[in-house]
């Protein structure tokens, strides 16, 4: 159980790493100290909604192909995740990216909440990593291994929006510098890696 956990747990952090428009935003607002917690409740509740709908939904509607496509499956997805690490392998050495903040227009809870609503729905990349990535790595465990793994994903979306939100003040500065976003995708892709052969070998490609 505790491996599921760990994996789930590294698996979502690796995901919701990424730079984007919904991680700035929640950064913007650490910053400025508006509406810090419910932004980051918010995002971490929608993650976990999300994760769950993927292991459950892809479990009870597709469980006889699965069964019957397990090692096709778990290849398609080692091969998923060695391109997310190779992307992130080379923005080690080309990337030039930072994390710039700028001032919010957001001012009460609702206006806030519906901006954040809008860059984490209308992202089709949360539903491709959440429901579908997410909800296909969970195959390879059974029973409460399963909850364990789910667990461990929608508590991963927990600490680094929670983290992200009330430590950015002191992480911005830090996080504007290239170098330490470069360490950090070094750091993304080598978790990346690690799962892809994990998945590999389970689905007998190794």
Same mark, same amino acid.
């Given at each position: 159980?505790? =491996?599921?956990?760990?994996?789930?747990?590294?698996?979502?952090? &690796?995901?919701? +790493?990424?730079?984007?428009?919904?991680?700035?935003?929640?950064?913007?607002?650490?910053?400025?100290?508006?509406?810090? %917690?419910? /932004?980051? +409740?918010?995002? &971490?509740? =929608?993650?976990? %909604?999300?994760?769950?709908?993927? /292991? #459950?939904?892809?479990?009870?509607?597709?469980?006889? %192909? #699965?069964?019957?496509? =397990?090692?096709? +499956? %778990?290849?398609?997805?080692?091969? @998923?995740?060695?391109?997310?690490?190779?992307?992130?392998?080379?923005? /080690?050495?080309?990337?030039?990216?930072?994390?710039? &903040?700028? $001032?919010?227009?957001?001012?009460?809870?609702? $206006?806030?909440?519906?901006?954040?609503?809008?860059?984490?729905?209308?992202? $089709?990349? /949360?539903?491709?990593?959440?429901?579908?990535?997410?909800?296909?790595?969970?195959?390879? !465990?059974?029973?409460?291994?399963?909850?364990?793994?789910?667990?461990?994903?929608?508590?991963? &979306?927990?600490?680094?929006?929670?983290?992200?939100?009330?430590?950015?003040?002191?992480?911005? $500065?830090?996080? *504007?510098?290239?170098? =330490? @976003?470069? #360490?950090?995708?070094?750091?993304?892709?080598?978790?990346? !890696?690690?799962?892809? #052969? *994990?998945?590999?070998?389970?689905?007998? @490609?190794?």
């Amino acid at each position: 159980m505790t =491996s599921a956990f760990l994996t789930g747990f590294f698996l979502g952090i &690796s995901l919701i +790493l990424a730079i984007g428009a919904q991680n700035a935003f929640v950064l913007r607002q650490g910053i400025e100290g508006k509406h810090v %917690f419910y /932004v980051a +409740l918010f995002c &971490s509740l =929608s993650d976990a %909604f999300l994760i769950c709908i993927g /292991v #459950i939904g892809i479990t009870f509607f597709l469980n006889n %192909f #699965i069964s019957q496509f =397990s090692n096709i +499956l %778990f290849g398609f997805s080692s091969l @998923w995740l060695f391109g997310y690490g190779a992307l992130k392998l080379k923005a /080690v050495f080309k990337s030039n990216a930072t994390l710039e &903040s700028e $001032p919010s227009t957001a001012r009460d809870i609702l $206006p806030t909440l519906s901006i954040i609503a809008i860059l984490t729905f209308a992202n $089709p990349h /949360v539903y491709l990593d959440t429901m579908v990535l997410i909800g296909t790595v969970s195959q390879q !465990f059974y029973g409460s291994e399963k909850i364990s793994f789910a667990l461990g994903a929608s508590i991963a &979306s927990f600490v680094f929006f929670f983290s992200l939100a009330y430590g950015a003040k002191q992480l911005a $500065p830090i996080m *504007k510098s290239r170098t =330490s @976003w470069r #360490i950090l995708d070094f750091i993304i892709a080598l978790v990346m !890696f690690s799962i892809a #052969i *994990k998945l590999a070998d389970t689905g007998n @490609w190794l």
